[in-house]
């Protein structure tokens, strides 16, 4: 059998799907339900993190500028996977 991955993420600036819409299909597929998704973008916009809450998304982190704060991202999205 295959086995699932421990976190899907997301951009949202993303060729043919944006990630929205991505983020809603994959919440409406009932064997995806129990993975969390992180929404990993350099879109800094209130409104698009409220949006990907309201989708499902369980976080919403912004694209670091520097490696200390890619490690930090890093460490943050991989607490999802234990």
Known sequence: SLQQP????LDLNMPVLNG???????????SLQGIPIVVFTTSDSNESRKQSITLGA???LVKPND???LMDVTAKMMMYCR
Do not use: F, N, S
């Open 20 to 30: 929205m819409e991505t983020l809603t299909r994959i919440r409406q597929q009932p």
């Open 6 to 9: 421990c976190l899907i993420v």
């Open 67 to 69: 490696y200390a704060g």
């Open 58 to 60: 369980m976080d919403y």
